[in-house]
Structure formats: C-alpha cells, structure tokens
C-alpha cells in the first residue's frame, strides 16, 4: 500500500444526491485548482461557479455527454487576457487541464464526486457556453465539470499499462530493461 | 487544517540531490499517471522514462529551462495512433496534462521532487525531443518532467485569486455574490 490513494481513488462520478456543495467546500475546490503550476507561473485561468437551475439547465442542453444532475458546476476556462500572451496562448489549455486535475483530486478527496465534459476545442460547445455564461472573446471554456456529492462508488483503479512505457529510446520496453519486484 | 496538503505542498523543485529515483518509485508514478482521466477513456498517452546520462544530456542541452540535474527525467507523451483519431487528436494535450499533474502530485507525495518543462507545442523543441527519444511521428512529446530527490523546500501554497472566479455570469464576482467565513 501507498500513499497514493488520494490519486487511485478518483474516479468519474455521474450519479449525484440533491445535497447542496457548500460554500467552504466550493472554495476548497477553488484553492486547489489555483495551486497547480503553469508556464512561467502566467496563471492564466477563469473559474465560473454554476449553481443558477436556469444556467445549469442550459449546460445539459448544450453539453451531449453533460447531462448529470448536480447542484453545482465549474467551468475552468482559459483567460488570453494576459500580458505575455506568446506564453498564454501556447500553454493556456495545459495550465488550465493540470487545475482541472487538481479540482478534481480535491472533490475526489472532500467526499465529493465530479465528473470532467470536455468544451474546447469544439467551437460549437464554446460558443454556446460562452453565450451562456457572458464570457468575454478572450476567456475560453475549456470545460465542464459536474460536482455534487456522489450517488455512486467505484473502486480505486490504475489503468497503468506497461505497452505504454518507453526507456531512453522508444523502441525499448522499460518493464523488459529494468528488474521490477 | 483540510485533506487537500497534497496538493498545496506540491512545488516545482529545481534542486536535487544526487541520490537515485528507485524502480518501485519509478513504476508509483506512472500508476498514478495514468489514473487520470480521459476523454472517451481513450489513455492517448505514451511515457519515455529517460535515465541514461547521454540522453539527460540531449534533454539539457535542448530544453532553454531544462537544465536540472536529475538522474531520472519522464516524457509524457501524446499517442496519436489510436483508432478513435478526432476525440485524440482534439483532446491529448487535455488528457497528458491531467496525466502529468498526477505525476507531479505522486512525486510529492513520495518525497521526491520534480518540475514539468514545456515542449509541444513549441515545433523546434518538439523535433530535438524526438529526434533523441526516436520518437514516431504520431507519438508527440508534451513536456519533460525532471524527477529526483528534493535539495530545496518550499511551503505549501495556493494561488487563489477572487478576482479568477465569478458566479453564473462572468460580471458577476463569486466572492461578493455569496458568504463567506
């Protein structure tokens, strides 16, 4: 066993009670996702809360995988508003995916569940979103994501998979160049 | 005090020791890489863990801020040879990052340190990680994560910023629009 559960342990929740996420929680779920690293720490992330029934009425719509019935959404977007905008825009989607994880961790380990719908780079999706949520041109949802306390368990899970796994070159096995126990 | 420290202490390290990342450390975190999500669960994901002294070499001399001397650095990878080619090629860099952020909370929650050092989609730095790892051409290096033994401590730390949230409508700021304690 390791300490690694806080990373097993997460998986997609789509099955939700009504319970309300509470506001220390939503904040939680904030700090952790601001807490990942990006390209030359240019943070260049926008969070939108969604807890309005209209507003999140309207991401079932839009969304074709994001129909799950949670009191609460988070759409982390990319904001091209920044000074470098050479750094932002090359690295934004990256910055923005690696809090997404974080949020994600954070809900799996709060006793929450969430689930990531994807948005960017479907311009349909985008625009719809952007049109719901107000977002100015230069904030980019990147996502979705669905939180609300779970209705549903799943086991912890790797899905490692050593076919995966190069060592120094890429025709090389790393499984088959190293002695594992 | 919250659950969420394995997240808040994650900090890029710089400074190592010289001291060997062993194989069941090694195999820890491309578990815990390769538990984060995905979209449609498609993994697109490829892992060159580079450990020979003439390939760490390659990686410095190629990386403008890659020059930490690590005995073990890991690429993550995109694999664009999948069957389901329009979900990964619009949503590899998405997964990998998710990927890599996990990889990065792993190594922290190990003891180790590791810093994530940009390559795609920077086309110059693509080409050299390629040419030295041997790469194919629909394998595409996203980044190249430096891994040892910590030299350095930082304290744990969230970026959160209120001015980064809003609340249904990008106008309207969360933290004005809702208690706080």
Same mark, same amino acid.
């Given at each position: 066993?390791?300490?690694?559960?806080?990373?097993?342990?997460?998986? =997609?929740?789509?099955?939700?009670t009504?319970?309300?996420?509470?506001? +220390?929680?939503?904040?939680? /779920?904030?700090?952790?996702?601001m807490? @990942?690293?990006?390209?030359?720490?240019? &943070?260049?992330?926008?969070?939108?809360?969604?807890?309005?029934? !209209?507003?999140?009425?309207?991401?079932?719509?839009?969304?074709?995988? *994001?129909?799950?019935?949670?009191?609460?959404?988070?759409?982390?977007? !990319?904001?091209?508003?920044?000074?470098?905008k050479?750094?932002?825009?090359?690295?934004?989607?990256?910055?923005?995916?690696?809090?997404?994880?974080? /949020?994600?961790?954070?809900?799996?380990?709060? *006793?929450? *569940? @969430?689930?990531?719908? !994807?948005?960017?780079?479907? +311009?349909?999706?985008? =625009? @719809?979103?952007?049109?719901?949520? +107000?977002?100015p041109?230069?904030?980019?949802?990147?996502?979705?994501?669905?939180i *609300?306390?779970?209705?549903?368990?799943?086991?912890? &899970?790797?899905?490692?998979?050593?076919?995966?796994? =190069?060592?120094? /070159?890429?025709?090389?096995r790393?499984?088959?160049?190293?002695?594992?126990?």
């Amino acid at each position: 066993m390791t300490d690694l559960d806080f990373i097993f342990s997460r998986r =997609s929740i789509r099955r939700f009670t009504d319970e309300k996420v509470s506001e +220390n929680h939503v904040k939680l /779920l904030l700090e952790a996702a601001m807490a @990942a690293p990006t390209a030359m720490n240019m &943070r260049p992330w926008h969070f939108v809360v969604i807890d309005d029934p !209209g507003k999140l009425a309207d991401l079932h719509r839009i969304l074709p995988f *994001g129909k799950m019935q949670t009191p609460l959404a988070i759409s982390v977007c !990319g904001n091209l508003g920044s000074a470098k905008k050479l750094v932002t825009e090359r690295f934004w989607v990256q910055d923005c995916s690696a809090a997404t994880e974080n /949020l994600l961790l954070a809900a799996n380990a709060l *006793g929450l *569940g @969430a689930v990531w719908c !994807g948005v960017h780079p479907i +311009n349909r999706l985008e =625009s @719809a979103i952007s049109s719901s949520l +107000n977002l100015p041109s230069h904030v980019i949802p990147l996502n979705v994501v669905f939180i *609300g306390h779970p209705a549903e368990k799943k086991p912890p &899970r790797t899905q490692y998979d050593p076919a995966k796994i =190069s060592h120094n /070159l890429f025709e090389v096995r790393w499984e088959s160049s190293v002695d594992q126990d």
